[in-house]
Each structure stands twice: as structure tokens, then as C-alpha cells.
């Protein structure tokens, strides 16, 4: 859902779950104020004691007398003006201010600054509007603010009201995520929203959103007093920056310095030189995927070639991707029988989980509901600042995937394969992607193969991204198990859809048609890019992951760029020369109709594949000089359905070897296809649809 989209209701409560707030960034679940304030804030400073400050009657006769945020002379802002929020929240900063100020010999604050040029109004608002408020570290210019500079962000409206609620819900939503979005130091981001004087805090990670429920700050002023002590005071790692990390600037280009821990605990110095890919973090909950080209730094030197440094979250109880690389090159095939066919993976220099301050990065997982334990009680900390109390039973689960920071170093930088520029260029590297697959016969499947997954370096097709790779020994739980436009049809319903008919009920199914038990359990919407394997079963089965599933995904990887690119320069093409405009564009609207029904409509998108007719008027939409390779890509979609049809005859002797005898049909195939496809330049079809 974008931001711009959020039109819900704001709050959701349910019996027996926690509630939350509808957000255009998930839901955000709401936390007693006290937890939020004790066990997400950043710890108070050792040398504080909230309670020992507020009896102190220098801080009380400065706050009260100049800040007037409590006692009988506070006002609420919408007291001060009905309708200009500058104006009304002006005292509010001067009292932070005041707050601060009154803090003796801690190191310099953060400093709070209320934006005079801002637009208070979610409409009326661009993408990199700053936002109402924020804190900044005090060598921060407030004349020259960037979202990488602002630790904690906040939004105002005058009126408390449910539609102010979720105006600044919107606000909110953009504001934080154009902090994780336009910083890659940044781990997770602290805000507040104010409505009138009902105020609500703030946090989010790539796991989850929590909200505090709602007090008056006026009338709970220690809960002010605390957040705003908390965050002015707090180390810049618990206020979401990565310390791993470090900015520069070099001649007008900001760069980044990073260590990489490998497992073994040796640090690597890389310095960053471009961006190869960031289209993840387009949203806050997700891995937040970032992949840098860059150059290993020994002693303030820049050294080797350029690597391929990756940047992500994964979730926990997954097994790292470099560990998986290293456990399939040393495997028997590809070591012993097959080490020929090593070039067709992305080498791996170093990788290793994240640590910041001792620990590792890493999401919290449970947020304690009830009891609420005592604010100060001895409980750990994680490397975000987040205490986890130790008192777990009356623990709720809040995200279904606790996730780790995590860093990978390539050897190679590559080209992705969405980003190549001809259809001779496309097929020859899945060519090359069909020899690497046969990792299946080590027992291995990749399980999310796509067009962003498979690089092409120095003209060769390598496969990477192998987070998802499992062995057939270890399948046993699900997770996410593929990219939604490349999914092979069976991992997209959860079941086996080319099984023999029940002897019992003597039924006859056409060539390539669907098991009436298939059809029942087809979703009829998709939501999700990425899906989450079920742990459906047929006809007593459990569903797994087979080799013929990473065919599929290669095959639709083939499909996506027959149908969602166009030719934008060729010579001696007959066809553009005779035909009008009008013709061509009617072609190009075809096209558009079907990358809709291929890549974004489940039941056609399986009809397509499971059936002979659809298939084939879909590639009626073609360039006439790639017909041929429409012909292909069926003649590859018949020997797929041929081979799950022969598969899936038993499932009880289903093994990785029955794969075998398809590789080489689809090895030719696509082979045959590289040298038909004309070699024009290629561009995405516009409006396609699609964000690959």
C-alpha cells in the first residue's frame, strides 16, 4: 500500500491480539506508554534519574516558570492558534529546548528544531518534504537539513481528530521512511506525532512498527520529560545509525566506508564507489536489500579490483548466504565430478552477521504486554538500544521473521540480467544459468530465481542470491520461497497440480489440464511480491521444492522478456517500415495486456502455463521477429509440463534425479532462441506495469 493510497480505518482491535494502527507502512502495533518508554526508547544516561530530576526545585521552578508544560499554566496548542501549526507549537519548542538546556555535563544534545518551511498537510506535500519537527546532532546546520541528518523525526496537526489522526499517519509513514529510504547507515528510526496535545511516540525496523498509545502531554508530562531526554542524550547507534558505517564526501559524491565481520571474526575495510541496486528499500518492513560496487581499503588505500558488497536483513533462521555458497561448491558435483561449472556462480570473498556495540544487529522479536515489569529492574539490551526484559511469558510475537543484520562480498560486479539491452544477450546468459542449476543434482534447489538474481559478468550468466537455496534433506519449514512474476505455478498455489486422477473417482484430465483438488486452491488475488511457501498437502503429501520449480522460474524469466521489452533500434526492419504507427502501438498495448495477465494474475498466469492455447495467443502480441522465439518458449513450456506430468506419476519416488533429461531440452531450446532473437537494442516496454 503507498502512502499516497491510505485511505483505511486507523485503528484495529481484536480479542486476544495486540492492537494496532492502520499505516501505509504495515501495522503499527500499539504499546502501554510505560513499555514503550522503558524497554524501546533508548536507555536513560547513566547519571539520570528521571525521578531525582523532577523533584529537583531548580529544574521545576526553570521549567515551570519559563517552559509552562505543566501545572496550571499550561495550555494546549490549539489554545495558542486554531489553525497555524508554526505558530502553535512554537512554545513546544522552546520548552524542549528549555528541557535540554537544563541537563548539566552529559556532552552536547541533540538539538530540536521546529521546520519553518514545511508543509503541514499530507496532500500538499512532495516525496522529500522535511518533516513538521526533528532532532538533529548539534554540529547539524538547521538551515541546510538533509534526512540523513535528522535523528528523530515528528509531525503536528492543531485539531485532535480522526482525520488529523491519520493525516499525520501518512506524514509520519513518508517521514520515516525517507530516513531508512535516503540513509543506508540507518538501522531503524524514533518519531512522535502530535494532535493538539495528544502525542504518540514512535519506532520502526525492517521487522515491524510499534506506537505508544496516546497521552496528553500536558497532563502526562514525565512521559514527555522522559522521550525527550532519552533520545537528546543517546549514543548515535541507539538512535538508529550504524557505526559500522561511516559517511564521507568525496568531491560532491557521498561515499561510504564499511566493515564487513566475516564469521571468523576478521574486519574488512570497503569503500563504496556506486549504487548497482536499492529498489528494496523503497519500503521500510523487508530486507532493505542494498548492493554497493566498491574496493577493499588497506591502510587508507583503496586495493584489487572492485567487489559487489551486499547489505541486508535477513531473517534469523536462515542459513547465511555464503555459507550456503561455500557448502555447494564444496559439494561432490561441482568440487569433484563437475568444478567446470563453478564459473556460473558469483564467487563469495567474505561475509558475516553485523555486530554494533558487542552485539549483534538484530530486530527485536517480543515486546512485553502484561504484566509490565518494573521500569528499573536489571534487563539486557540489544545493539539497537532496545532492552528485552527477561520476564517472557506474557510475551506477544510480533513479527513472523526475526532478522539479522548481514553482509556478503562478491567477487564480481556484474550487470543484472533486467538490465541487459538485447534478447541475443538474455537467452545466451540463461543458457549459462540452466548449466549452473544443475547444483540440483548435489540436492540442491535455488528457489528464487529471477531476472534480478542472475548477473551476467564479463558476458557469462552467473547465479546469485542464494539466501533461499535449500537442500532436499532440509526442506521442512516454510518461508518465502520466490520472486511472485518468476514463482513456478505449483510454489505459487502450494500443491501439486499435474498428479494421475484418483483411481477411486476414474477421472480423465486433457494434456496439461489442472487436478480438480488443484483448482480449489487457487488464490484468486495476489498481494505480495515475495509469497511464503505453505505447508499444504495432496492427497497426503507435503509440498516441496523440486529442481523442476527452478526450470519454471528460468522459463518465466524468458517469458518476462519476450513480453515486457521492445525493440528501439534495428535496421532493415521490414515489418516497422510498412506498418503505421497506429499498428504499432495497438502491438505494444497487447503486450501491456499481457504482461498483466502473465505476471500479475495468478489464474492466468497457471492457465498459461497448464494449458496450450493460452500460452500461444499470449505470444501473438510479438515483434514478428520474434515469433520464432515464441515457438520456443512453447516448445520449453511442453517439455516442463511433460516432465511434472512424468514426475508426479509417484510421489513417493519423487527424487532430484528425474530433472535430469529436461536440462539439455531447455539448454537447446534457449540456445536456439539466443541465435533466432534479432540483436536490437531492447528498452522495457513503457507502462509495463512491473518494478523489476
Known sequence: MSVSDFTSSVRVESPGLIPYLKTPIGK??????????????????????????????????????????????????????????????RHLQRDIRLIVREIKDLGPPLAFHNNKEGKHVFEERGDNVLPDAFFLPAECSETSVQWSDIAVVGEYQVEDSTRCLKDNIRKISRSMLNCMRNDP??????????????????????????????????????????????????????????PTMTSLNINGQIQYDITVRSANGEFTLYRTLGVLSDSSTRKILGRGTRVWKATKIVDGE?????????????????????????????????????PELRKYFISVQTHGDVFVAGALDRTPTYIIVSPFPDPWESHSRTASGISRSHHTRSAAPISPFHQVHYRIVYGEVGEPLAEAISFRAVYKALVDVVNGIAMHRSGWVHRDLSASNILVVNGVGKITDLEYATNQAKQKKPGPTGTAFFVAVEVDSGCYLFLPPREAEHETLSEGSLSPKSEGRIRKKRKYRHIVEPEGTTFGYNFRCNPLHDLESLWWVAVYFAVNREIISHENDDDAASQSRSRSANREAAQRGVVREFFHQQDKRQAAFCFNVQ????????????????????????????????????????????????????????????????DFKIRRLASGGDTI
Not at 75 to 87: A, E, G, L, Y
Not at 202 to 231: G, K, M, T
Not at 646 to 653: C, D, N, P, R, V
Open 302 to 338: 583503496m586495493t584489487g579490483d572492485p567487489v559487489a558488497l551486499k547489505d541486508a536483513w535477513v531473517d534469523s533462521d536462515r542459513q547465511r548466504e555464503g555459507d550456503i555458497y561455500f557448502q555447494l561448491l564444496q559439494s561432490d558435483f561441482l568440487a569433484k565430478q563437475h
Open 615 to 678: 500460452f500461444m495467443e499470449g505470444m501473438g502480441c510479438l515483434h514478428p521477429s520474434l515469433r520464432k522465439v515464441g515457438v520456443l518458449l512453447e516448445k520449453i513450456r511442453i517439455h516442463l509440463r511433460d516432465a511434472y506430468t512424468e514426475a508426479e506419476k509417484s510421489l513417493k519416488t519423487l527424487t532430484f534425479d528425474f530433472a535430469d533429461s529436461t536440462y539439455n531440452q531447455i539448454s537447446d531450446a534457449l540456445g536456439a532462441a539466443s541465435e533466432a532473437a534479432p
Open 28 to 89: 503499527a502495533y500499539e504499546v502501554p506508554v510505560q513499555p514503550f518508554l522503558h524497554h524501546i526508547l533508548p536507555r536513560l544516561h547513566e547519571r539520570l534519574n528521571l525521578q531525582t530530576l523532577m523533584e529537583d526545585r531548580v529544574f521545576q521552578k526553570a521549567v515551570t516558570l519559563q517552559g509552562q508544560i505543566w501545572g496550571y499554566k499550561s495550555r494546549n496548542p490549539s489554545d495558542i492558534h486554531k489553525r497555524d501549526v508554526k505558530i502553535a507549537f
Open 185 to 242: 547507515r540507518r538501522r531503524f528510526v524514533y518519531a512522535f506525532t502530535i494532535e493538539d496535545a495528544t502525542m504518540r511516540l514512535w519506532y520502526c525496523d525492517r521487522s515491524q512498527v510499534f506506537v505508544s498509545i496516546p497521552f496528553n502531554f500536558n497532563e502526562n508530562s514525565d512521559a514527555l520529560l522522559h522521550f525527550v531526554i532519552s533520545v537528546s542524550f543517546a549514543e548515535p547507534y541507539m538512535l538508529g545509525w550504524d
